[in-house]
């Protein structure tokens, strides 16, 4: 679980709430079941009519690894590939055939088990950068889901608080009306802007962050099968990934 961005979640809505109190109005304000349906109901319509069902599928399945964070940690990485390289020189290739089973990342177990076929170290690479390329691509379109939701969420509040205001307009003979009016207009403009600036935008960029270090982590482990299939010495292949690590 990660403590920071639970953190940030509820210091999101701390914000708001806390905010509203100091200018002088209610928590109650914020509450306005028009504005809502018009924000997210009308963002969530505009995902489903740019985006293909599974990729919204994959998104929502992505939202955990906001606050659960697969762990990255490529020094850790590097030391398992030197002791594969270590493996295979003391036992050859087929030395490796346990390092599978344990595995549990379909993706080092298909490495491994290409290293263990005698594949070539060309082939290697251009199997296992398929799958990078692959993998990285449906990623990014799940975190462009909310990238694109926090787009779209503004532009929404303000057809919001435009229609909140057409409703005020109708109303001009009743002034004991126009200030709640006006202000329950501007309510969806408030939905709009924070479920962008402090949930969609931030979660889309964490998202692409986390993606970017997975792609690390693979790049060191395609470069390390391909070194152990072309025979290198074990600190040279060390010598060689410790280049990835900042």
Avoid: C
Avoid at 152 to 159: A, D, E, K, M
Avoid at 219 to 238: F, K
Wanted: no cysteine; hydrophobic share 50%; proline share 4%.
């Amino acid at each position: 679980m990660d403590l920071v961005s639970i953190i940030g979640t509820i210091l999101a809505f701390v914000v708001i709430i806390v905010g509203t109190v100091l200018k002088g109005s209610t928590v109650g304000a914020l509450w306005n079941a028009a504005a809502f349906v018009i924000v997210f109901a009308g963002t969530a319509a505009a995902l489903l009519v740019q985006t293909q069902g599974k990729v919204l599928k994959h998104a929502f399945k992505m939202l955990s690894m906001v606050y659960r964070p697969p762990q990255h940690r490529p020094s850790d990485l590097i030391s398992r590939i030197v002791g594969w390289s270590e493996i295979s020189r003391r036992q050859g290739l087929l030395g490796l055939e346990p390092q599978i089973e344990a595995e549990v990342d379909p993706f080092v177990s298909k490495g491994l088990q290409l290293l263990v076929d005698g594949g070539e170290p060309e082939a290697i690479r251009s199997v296992l950068e398929v799958d990078l390329e692959t993998r990285e691509s449906i990623d990014l379109a799940g975190a462009k889901v909310y990238e694109m939701a926090g787009i779209y969420s503004p532009t929404l509040g303000i057809i919001g608080a435009v229609m909140g205001l057409m409703a005020v307009m109708q109303n001009l003979a009743d002034p004991s009306k126009l200030g709640h009016g006006i202000a329950a207009a501007f309510v969806a403009t408030i939905y709009g802007v924070a479920l962008a600036n402090l949930f969609m935008l931030p979660m889309a960029a964490r998202l692409k962050g986390l993606i970017h270090k997975q792609t690390q982590m693979r790049e060191i482990l395609i470069e390390g099968l391909v070194s152990i299939a072309q025979g290198d010495n074990p600190r040279q292949i060390e010598a060689r990934l410790q280049g990835y690590v900042a």
